[in-house]
């Protein structure tokens, strides 16, 4: 299987030129040390060279000595290692010296100084839509950022096809699979995440009833603004489970340490009207296709309820901003206030300019979704804040075009950085 380009890469080499090291963070399998391979002069693998214990207790600057860039493949399987990068950038005084990959944050017992002026970071998610080769990327998230996008027309897709790419996922080794295939290996990915990687992650055994009873929970509940109380009574509904509110803490916060919960923060603009924001972030798995291997879920599940296939979209599409944001500097929230105003997607730079997103699966939500667009921007009070650079809605079946009112409507496959 040859090797797909990936986005990150331009950041990865710019943080090269400006660092001592580079961290790739990402969750398991989503490409990171193939990625990192590709500019690494020499690797060390923390969790398949047998030596690496022995070297680790005796003398561990040995493990350092390579050509560089060096990569440290898993570093969190050793994370000591972490100090010695940091003191070796020291005393090199030299740019681009390691990168080090990893699936899992290590556990806050680890005592791991601050990398501040050594370290930078990279974050890497699973395959989008564009490095795939699914979108055409003519409506790039830049140019939205900046209210500078050129005419456009594309075409849009099957419903037949967005639930096919629901099901397989983002994930690079699942490239050439076919779906049912995909479907049983992402469920092993659930099965493992279950029995092994949360014990692995937390150094304590978690009970794989009750991981997989609130990754299911997180799955039924994807896209929406949930708070633990409500996972805790949907497990306990649904599943016919217990968790209490430790054990929810304790294990969504090993599932964020894997890189497998993804929290959508709530944006705090400027508003006229006397509406309280929703503070609570949105969760969604790191891969829809994940949402639907916990689940049980397959082609026909999807196709028999639409409106939590809509739902799934969403989580897709949200994905695929978050990749495409980072490219550009830039972080992706949702808006929700007590007037019962939602807005799914807003993509904001560090310097102030956003962009806002309805995402709705099919067409015939498209007037709405544009309605919905022009009540937040009216609300925005324009004394403190700019308005956004663009309104936009993403859709799944429909062709990209500009509406009359200056709406960008926007398909999955035409979306890029």
């Known amino acids: 299987m040859s090797y797909i380009k990936r986005i990150i890469e331009e950041d990865l080499l710019e943080k090269l030129s400006a660092s001592g090291a580079v961290l790739i963070k990402g969750p398991k399998s989503c490409g990171k040390t193939e990625t990192a391979k590709r500019y690494a002069k020499s690797i060390l693998k923390m969790d398949r060279d047998k030596q690496v214990?022995?070297?680790?207790?005796?003398?561990?600057?040995?493990?350092?000595?390579?050509?560089?860039?060096?990569?440290?493949?898993?570093?969190?399987?050793?994370?000591?290692?972490?100090?010695?990068?940091?003191?070796?950038?020291?005393?090199?005084?030299?740019?681009?010296?390691?990168?080090?990959?990893?699936?899992?944050?290590?556990?806050?017992?680890?005592?791991?100084?601050s990398g501040a002026g050594r370290f930078t970071v990279v974050q890497m998610d699973t395959m989008s839509w564009q490095e795939l080769g699914y979108s055409s990327g003519k409506v790039k998230v830049s140019d939205l950022l900046q209210d500078a996008v050129p005419d456009f027309y594309d075409a849009g897709i099957s419903l037949d096809f967005i639930i096919d790419r629901i099901l397989i996922g983002g994930w690079p080794t699942l490239l050439n699979e076919s779906t049912k295939n995909a479907l049983k290996m992402n469920t092993g990915y659930v099965d493992l995440l279950c029995e092994v990687d949360m014990s692995r992650v937390s150094g304590v055994k978690r009970d794989p009833i009750k991981v997989r009873s609130l990754i299911r929970s997180i799955a039924r509940n994807t896209a929406t603004v949930v708070d633990n109380k409500t996972l805790e009574q949907d497990v306990k509904i649904v599943d016919k489970n217990e968790l209490s509110r430790n054990t929810t803490s304790e294990y969504l916060d090993a599932l964020s340490r894997l890189m497998i919960l993804y929290e959508q923060p709530a944006f705090n603009p400027h508003i006229r009207s006397s509406a309280s924001l929703r503070k609570s972030p949105k969760r969604h798995l790191c891969d829809v296709s994940l949402a639907v291997a916990?689940?049980?879920?397959?082609?026909?599940?999807?196709?028999?309820?639409m409106k939590y296939t809509g739902f799934l979209f969403e989580t897709l599409a949200t994905h695929e901003l978050n990749v495409y944001a980072k490219a550009n500097d830039a972080n992706v929230f949702h808006y929700n206030d007590s007037y019962g105003l939602e807005v799914d997607a807003i993509v904001q730079k560090r310097n102030g300019n956003y962009a806002v997103f309805e995402i709705k699966l099919g067409i015939g939500y498209i007037e709405q979704?544009?309605?919905?667009?022009?009540?937040?921007q009216r609300n925005i009070d324009t004394a403190k804040m700019a308005l956004p650079k663009s309104l936009n809605i993403i859709t799944g079946t429909g062709m990209s075009y500009r509406r009359p009112d200056g709406i960008n409507v926007i398909s999955l496959a035409s979306l890029g950085k």
Request: charged share 30%.
């Open 369 to 376: 979704a544009a309605e919905n667009l022009e009540r937040f």
């Open 294 to 305: 916990a689940l049980g879920l397959n082609k026909e599940s999807l196709i028999k309820d």
């Open 53 to 113: 214990p022995v070297i680790m207790a005796t003398n561990p600057q040995l493990l350092l000595a390579g050509d560089t860039p060096r990569l440290i493949d898993e570093w969190q399987e050793h994370p000591e290692i972490w100090n010695y990068v940091r003191h070796e950038v020291d005393d090199r005084k030299a740019k681009g010296q390691f990168i080090l990959t990893g699936s899992a944050n290590p556990n806050d017992d680890v005592k791991l100084h």
